[in-house]
């Protein structure tokens, strides 16, 4: 059975730290592709970064750069988003993603989510 579920939510001050963390099961985590994306209530899915199957390389949005730092332990088939200098606007619901593609396919797995809030 494939899972993907995230830990690590919850409720903290502007200029905060959360570690949120995506346990992979059911399938083989190193050959996937990682990201996280969030949505906030009333808006679309976002992508906020991404790493390749391989780990090295990775991307950001730009409202994220410098603050969020994603990593993946494939020993582990965990994927991390160490978030730092938080701020109100990045409260929303956090998602992990595994994709990967192949000769006229993709296959992507999404976890359930968990709840960021970055309230005084």
Request: hydrophobic share 30%.
């Amino acid at each position: 059975q494939v899972q993907l579920v995230e830990s690590g939510g919850g409720l903290v001050q502007p200029g905060g730290s959360l570690r949120l963390s995506c346990a992979a099961s059911g399938f083989t985590f190193s050959n996937y592709a990682v990201s996280w994306y969030r949505q906030a209530p009333g808006k679309e899915r976002e992508l906020v970064a991404g790493m390749p199957s391989a780990g090295g390389s990775t991307s950001y949005a730009d409202s994220v750069k410098g603050r969020f730092t994603i990593s993946r332990d494939n020993a582990r088939n965990t994927v991390y988003l160490q978030m730092n200098s938080l701020k109100p606007e990045d409260t929303a619901v956090y998602y992990c993603n595994a994709v990967r593609y192949g000769l006229g396919y993709r296959r992507d797995y999404w976890g359930q989510g968990t709840q960021v809030t970055v309230s005084s």
